[in-house]
Each structure stands twice: as structure tokens, then as C-alpha cells.
């Protein structure tokens, strides 16, 4: 919406409520939202898959759900991590292997965790400015190949090391964990309860088949670790999804960072791999086109935090993105707000003032997992799906990045 707009509907007494939901043809609207499957690093079913293959397989289903032509992708903007080089001959090998043309540009982003949202608000922001009408903000991550030291550089600056703040930017993502845990009192049994709850919500909309519609089957080769065989699998669930978990059984895991510490494996998120989309286009252009609109893309907002206790990033990060709407929490119908570690996700809840009945509907990341840079665009396909649902109308996707950040975005439903 333009400035001038929005001074008009201000001086005309229009509510930020009724501003976010109201549609105009300069809006940026989502025609898709697709996922793959999570599954576990180096035991799932994406074990034996190069990242370039999940994200072929994704923006394939994407452009196909939305009924677009590939040819008319203005851009493509991908988040991701671990990979070397950026990964981005990787994520342009993947368009071209999915059927874009190769008149179509890419480009890969690595804001970390947030990446996947990044890309989506790269895209919005072409299509606001005028550079694009139509365009895909996706993520991916293969945590399988990707993860470990080999990601690291073999050194820093001792000069730039010299400073306290840059140095914690090294700490381990459990170590901050545990430092927000000791700071604002999070104890072990708040955050296994947490936990236990996030794979109790995701188990049963699985069960529910809840959360089918969300994700793009993909048929991939798989080495049987037993057998050594290769074969044919079809990836379509999400495999680090647990049944039967409580805060009690969590309660028997040691401790993973510090002897005496609050983090383990049980209420921290999976190691993963996996990809999102989203096409995103501007709606007189949507429409034109006859596009499905599924959802409006309203703003999204950074805010940064002290490294050492990274994890509060959407503590900050909702805020500043509500403000920028003028909405308050409590016009928010469900928040998506990534579970790095049970430690933060429970003080940035509490921190905002969020009941925790509406955070994470279907589980969060410590059920589902994690892959870096899917998770920002993966969590506007959960948020999208939750609202057809649920017949919701607002929702807030929201996470911590590592290095001291945090993320948000308001998205609408229009399906």
C-alpha cells in the first residue's frame, strides 16, 4: 500500500485491522505456498538427496499449483545456509532443472534462520517497487550435507575477535540457548512441557491429516543403511514427528551443552533437511492473470539482539513488525514462531505477551525440525494451510537468527 494511501484511510478513521484485511491492486498477494517434507539429517528421507533436487522438486510444484507460466517469474530469490558458495549455482542448477527458463534470474540470501523469510520479503519488495510483477521467494536446506564444521571458516580476525560482542557472535546456538535459560529463569521442566507439547500438537495433525496439504510428495532415491540398497522413495511426511512424547519422558535426556544446563535434544529443534516456496505477485497483475490468491503479504520487520542470547530476536522482531501495521497482538489470530530452542521460543512468547494456544498450531520446529534456510518460507506454507483451516484471518510468522536477530511478518488469508 502506498504512503499516500495509507495517510488517506488514517485521516479517514479506516482501523489498521480493516487497512491489513482490505484488498487494493498494488497489494502483494501469495497465488502459492508449497513445502517439502522435514525430515531428519543424515537418517530421513531426504538423506541420500542433494539440497538442488529438493528445491527443483518444490519450485516445480509451486508454479504448477499457482497455474503460472515460468517464463513470466520476474525473479527468484532462495534462503539458505550451509551451502559453499552461497549456494547459488546450486539453487540456479535447481530452477533450470525444474522447468524455468532460463531467461528467469536467482539469486540465493543467508540472513540464517530467518533466510527463507528473507527471500519472501526480497520478492514482496520487488513487486512494491516496480522491478517485478510476479516472482517466487523459496528456502532450502540439507542439513545432511551441509552441517558441521566444513560450514565454518578456518579462522577470524583477532582484531575483530577483540571485541566481546563479535566473539559471542561464535558461540554455540545451545550455549545461547542456555544464557536465555539462565537470564530470564526459563527452568528445565517449563521448557520440556513446552516441548512435549509443540510434538504432542504436531503428532495430531498429522494423524488429522492436517498437515498433508501443506507439502509436495517427492519421489527420491534412498540407500537403505541396513541393506545398502537404493530405492525408489516417495518423501511426504514429516519423519522427525514423534508420538507419545511428554515432559516427563523429555525430563530423562541429559543435558547437551553444559553439565548443569537446560537443553537437550528433546527441546531443541531437529537437525533437518527440506524446501519452501512462495509465489508471490502483485495483485492487479494476479488478477489479470487469474491467478488463485490464497494470501496477502502485509510487511515484514528486523530487529537486533545481543549475540549471546540470541534466541529473544521475536521478542523485539514481533513488536516492531506489529507497530509498523498498527496492529495489536491480540488482532493476531495465530503466530508461527520458529522453536530454535524451547528456552526462547517460551520468553519470546511470554515477552510479547502471546497465549501460547496460539503459538505453533500444528507443533514447531522441536517436532518438525529445523532446515535453516526452509524455515521463514516453510512456516508462510503451515501459516496458510492453519488459516484455510481454521477460516483465520492474520497471522504473524517469527524467528530468532542467529548472531543476535530477529525476524517477523504479517501475512492475511484470503482463501
Not at 75 to 91: E, F, H, K, M, R
Not at 199 to 218: C, S
Not at 230 to 247: F, P, S, Y
Request: proline share 4%; hydrophobic share 45%.
Amino acid at each position: 500500500m502506498s504512503s499516500f494511501t495509507q495517510k488517506i484511510q488514517d485521516f479517514a478513521g479506516i482501523s489498521p485491522k480493516a487497512r491489513a484485511l482490505a484488498q487494493h491492486d498494488e497489494d502483494v498477494v501469495i497465488v502459492a505456498a508449497v513445502r517439502s517434507a522435514i525430515t531428519k539429517a543424515k537418517k530421513g528421507g531426504f538423506k541420500d538427496t542433494r539440497p538442488e533436487e529438493i528445491l527443483s522438486g518444490v519450485l516445480r510444484a509451486a508454479y504448477t499449483k499457482a497455474g503460472v507460466n515460468p517464463a513470466l517469474i520476474g525473479d527468484i530469490a532462495v534462503g539458505n545456509v550451509l551451502p559453499a558458495g552461497g549456494g547459488a549455482s546450486a539453487a540456479r542448477m535447481a530452477a533450470l532443472h525444474s522447468g524455468i527458463p532460463n531467461t528467469v534470474p536467482i539469486s540465493t540470501v543467508n540472513r540464517q534462520c530467518g533466510s527463507g523469510l528473507q527471500a519472501v520479503n526480497v520478492i514482496a519488495s520487488q513487486i512494491v517497487t516496480g522491478q517485478i510483477d510476479l516472482g517466487i521467494g523459496a528456502g532450502v536446506e540439507s542439513m545432511t550435507f551441509g552441517y558441521g564444521g566444513g560450514a565454518m571458516p578456518d579462522g577470524f580476525s583477532e582484531a575483530v575477535l577483540s571485541n566481546k560482542e563479535a566473539e559471542d557472535c561464535l558461540l554455540p546456538m545451545g550455549i545461547t540457548s542456555e544464557n536465555v535459560a539462565a537470564d530470564f529463569g526459563i527452568s528445565r521442566q517449563v521448557q520440556d512441557e513446552f516441548a512435549a507439547k509443540s510434538f504432542q500438537k504436531a503428532a495430531a495433525a498429522r494423524k488429522a491429516g492436517k498437515v498433508k496439504d501443506e507439502i509436495v510428495p517427492l519421489k527420491v532415491k534412498w540407500v537403505d543403511p541396513k541393506t545398502e540398497e537404493e530405492k525408489e522413495l516417495v518423501v511426504d511426511h514429516d519423519d522427525g514427528v514423534r508420538d507419545g512424547v511428554t515432559a516427563e519422558s523429555l525430563g530423562k535426556l541429559k543435558p547437551a551443552f553444559k553439565k548443569d544446563g537446560t537443553t537437550h535434544a528433546g527441546n531443541a529443534s531437529q537437525v533437518s533437511d527440506g524446501a519452501a516456496a512462495v509465489v508471490l505477485a502483485r495483485r492487479s497483475v494476479a488478477k489479470k492473470l487469474g491467478l488463485p490468491i490464497v494470501g496477502k503479504f502485509v510487511t515484514a520487520a528486523y530487529a537486533g539482539v545481543p549475540p549471546r542470547i540470541m534466541g529473544v530476536g521475536p521478542a523485539y522482531a514481533i513488536p516492531k513488525v506489529l507497530e509498523a501495521t498498527g496492529l495489536n497482538k491480540d488482532e493476531i489470530d495465530f503466530f508461527e514462531i520458529n522453536e530454535a530452542f524451547a528456552s526462547q521460543a517460551v520468553y519470546s512468547i511470554e515477552k510479547v505477551g502471546i497465549p501460547f494456544e496460539k503459538v505453533n498450531l500444528h507443533g514447531g520446529a522441536i517436532a518438525i525440525g529445523h532446515p535453516l534456510g526452509c524455515t521463514g518460507a516453510r512456516q508462510v506454507a503451515t501459516g496458510l494451510n492453519i488459516a484455510k483451516q481454521t477460516g483465520s484471518k492474520i497471522f504473524v510468522t517469527s524467528m530468532c537468527i542467529g548472531s543476535g536477530m530477529g525476524m517477523a511478518a504479517v501475512f492475511v488469508n484470503e482463501q
